[in-house]
């Protein structure tokens, strides 16, 4: 008598080490499995992997079927499925990196049913040998990841993504088709949706926030502060796994040999290095050769790195968008994670740079094209805003998402910062009245010389410009430059002045100058500064948890329990050496957290850890058992 297939609630216990699912995954994970197509937008560390993969495992059992997993990206495929198998699950990939031989195993083994899952690249689908290779097996699911690369609205639009729907229908008895993004907009789910051939999904629209990242913005005048910031803040965390996106491949290379000159461990990825090099940088990064991966925003993108524990962005990112999602990358496995934004003034021309350099979509009408470039602006306003605003980051970004979210939320350097509002109506007319001046000579300056002409510096290029005969020469030499740039940005944030574009950006007056210094409405009421009143307070930790209780990061930890930690991480990574994976790949931070405050003295309380799977206790029990009874003392 056989044994009745597993539930998907054993599947995850048993395979993937989870007592429970997280939202949205168990009504994802049933409708695919009654048959029903779903449509799941769910940001990064939802889960969405669980959602096809715990199904995979439930249809191999009943003999329904293999799941197939169309992806872009090339190295998740390879993470993921590295990641499978180390928890005992049949899985391979089919993707431009394998040769003749090596792709005839993988058929092979989709032929004679030894697979539950496959991940493919959407070019494999066009294949007729591939197409008739799953038809004699059968499909039981279809998953499309980064769904939104199928819409000509999205940032990461594939063409070869909209001819999958062409391969559904060539098949012998259609699929539910599974559609996962972690963004899209509700014009970018109706082209998922209509390019999909959708019936009746099942649409799963989960909440954007991540209550286990904090979110910063430092605000450094200049260069040579901005790399301090940097530099200090990356030192703190020198034996943390750390990400640092830059705008640009000249940046990357600066930051990385800035970096690499203050003793830390960083390597770089840019479109600019050959392949070999950014494979062999994107693998020490992966194997903690390397804690900081310094990089353009070609780095990421199906990097399931689950123990990163902070993303830096050196320069302004273009959008809310392409932030959240590079941000996202810290904090997979749920611990807690730090997102700082080093914004300054001029990050908004490099972004302007950028998007007017941007190659023009061929596939558009200049309409369209001049909507997607207007749609590009307005969305660098969006982030421009989020760099400058003193209220909840946490709330401005999910409002902008669309979702509700409480005005405070504890865990942003706006909310542990004191602000208070000054009247700098005066000093702000000083300002306006310093541009009006040079701008009467038939002269312009950039923020940096209004500045000092107003603190009357000596420097060189003031007085060859003669501005130090101006009126306004020297009227602030009392204030502060930070104070004073701080006014200047303001007001070009305000409108009432404006930042050319151009290699050398000036400041400029507007058509609201004027009236903003004959104080007319709807300039007359005071100009209101917020300004931060000392450092941002720290993010309260909770206190120590007690045994039995899942722990979420080191810090919860007692002293004990933090000490551990250091041992199993240890352990984990020499099995990690022996074995050539990423260490996250044997456990990840948050289950070797989870396994801290347990202390479990024998596998089946290591199975009650999250993330420790029947494969994982057998196969790593007996080790991470005698490691704990060694440093707690239990085996004396």
Same mark, same amino acid.
């Given at each position: ?12 216990r ?63 495929m ?14 391979s990939f089919?993707n ?21 899952l ?5 070019e ?5 040998a ?6 004699a !097996? ?12 199928i ?35 509700r ?15 099942l ?17 450094p ?19 943390r ?11 990357v290379?600066?930051? !990385?040999?800035?970096l ?16 070999e ?8 990064f992966?194997?903690?050769?390397s ?19 902070y993303v ?6 273009l ?17 807690r994670a ?37 749609r ?16 909840c ?7 902008y ?7 405070? !939320? ?69 204030v ?41 409405a709807p ?24 045994k ?14 933090r ?25 990840s ?48």
């Amino acid at each position: 008598m056989t044994s009745p297939a597993p539930t998907p609630l054993d599947v995850l216990r048993t395979t993937f080490g989870y007592g429970s699912f997280r939202p949205h995954q168990a009504e994802i994970v049933d409708a695919a499995l009654a048959g029903r197509d779903v449509l799941a937008v769910m940001p990064t560390s939802a889960g969405k992997s669980i959602c096809y993969q715990v199904p995979a495992l439930v249809l191999a059992a009943r003999g329904t079927g293999l799941t197939l997993v169309v992806s872009p990206l090339i190295s998740l495929m390879a993470d993921q499925v590295g990641a499978l198998r180390q928890a005992g699950v049949a899985a391979s990939f089919l993707n431009s990196t394998l040769g003749a031989s090596e792709r005839a195993s993988v058929l092979h083994g989709v032929a004679s049913g030894a697979l539950a899952l496959l991940y493919v690249a959407p070019e494999r689908l066009d294949d007729p040998a591939f197409l008739e290779c799953v038809s004699a !097996c059968g499909v039981g699911l279809l998953a499309v990841d980064e769904a939104h690369c199928i819409s000509q609205w999205g940032n990461d639009f594939r063409p070869s993504y909209q001819r999958i729907i062409d391969f559904v229908d060539r098949l012998p008895a259609r699929p539910p088709v599974m559609a996962l993004t972690a963004t899209a907009t509700r014009a970018v789910r109706r082209d998922i949706h209509e390019a999909l051939g959708l019936r009746d999904p099942l649409v799963v629209l989960a909440s954007f926030d991540r209550p286990n990242l904090s979110f910063a913005v430092a605000r450094p005048h200049g260069a040579a502060e901005k790399d301090r910031t940097l530099v200090a803040f990356c030192r703190q965390r020198a034996e943390r796994s750390g990400i640092v996106y830059c705008s640009s491949r000249r940046a990357v290379e600066e930051v !990385c040999e800035l970096l690499r000159d203050e003793g830390l461990l960083a390597t770089r990825y840019h479109a600019g290095l050959t392949p070999e090099e950014r494979e062999r940088n994107q693998d020490d990064f992966l194997y903690d050769r390397s804690r900081v991966m310094v990089a353009t925003n070609a780095f990421g993108m199906g990097i399931d790195k689950s123990n990163v524990s902070y993303v830096v962005h050196y320069n302004l990112p273009l959008s809310l968008e392409n932030y959240y999602q590079e941000a996202g990358r810290a904090g997979r496995d749920g611990t807690r994670a730090e997102c700082l934004l080093l914004y300054s003034p001029g990050d908004v021309h490099t972004a302007e740079f950028l998007l007017s350099r941007s190659e023009p979509r061929e596939d558009l009408t200049l309409e369209q094209r001049a909507v997607l470039a207007e749609r590009d602006a307005e969305r660098l306003r969006q982030m421009v805003f989020y760099a400058t605003t003193t209220d909840c980051l946490r709330a401005h970004i999910l409002r902008y998402f669309g979702e509700e979210a409480p005005a405070y !939320c504890g865990n942003c350097s706006n909310c542990l910062t004191d602000f208070e509002e000054v009247d700098a109506t005066t000093d702000a007319l000083k300002v306006v009245s310093c541009v009006a001046r040079i701008a009467q000579r038939g002269r312009s300056a950039g923020a940096a010389t209004v500045v000092d002409v107003l603190r009357g510096s000596r420097g060189e290029k003031v007085l060859r410009r003669g501005f130090d005969t101006l009126s306004t020469y020297g009227i602030m030499a009392d204030v502060p430059a930070r104070r004073v740039r701080a006014i200047l940005d303001e007001l070009v944030f305000r409108g009432v002045l404006a930042r050319t574009a151009g290699d050398y950006p000036t400041i400029e007056l507007t058509e609201a100058s004027g009236a903003f210094l004959r104080r007319e409405a709807p300039w007359d009421e005071p100009f209101m500064l917020k300004v931060a009143r000392g450092e941002p307070r720290v993010a309260r930790i909770a206190a120590a948890p007690d045994k039995t209780r899942a722990a979420t990061d080191v810090a919860e930890l007692d002293e004990l329990g933090r000490a551990l930690y250091d041992e199993l991480s240890d352990l984990r990574g020499e099995l990690a050496r022996e074995q050539g994976v990423p260490a996250y790949f044997i456990f990840s931070n948050a289950t070797l957290v989870d396994m801290c405050a347990k202390r479990p003295h024998d596998v089946d309380g290591l199975l009650g850890v999250s993330g420790v799977g029947a494969k994982k206790a057998e196969r790593y029990g007996e080790l991470f058992l005698a490691r704990i009874a060694e440093a707690t003392g239990a085996g004396a």
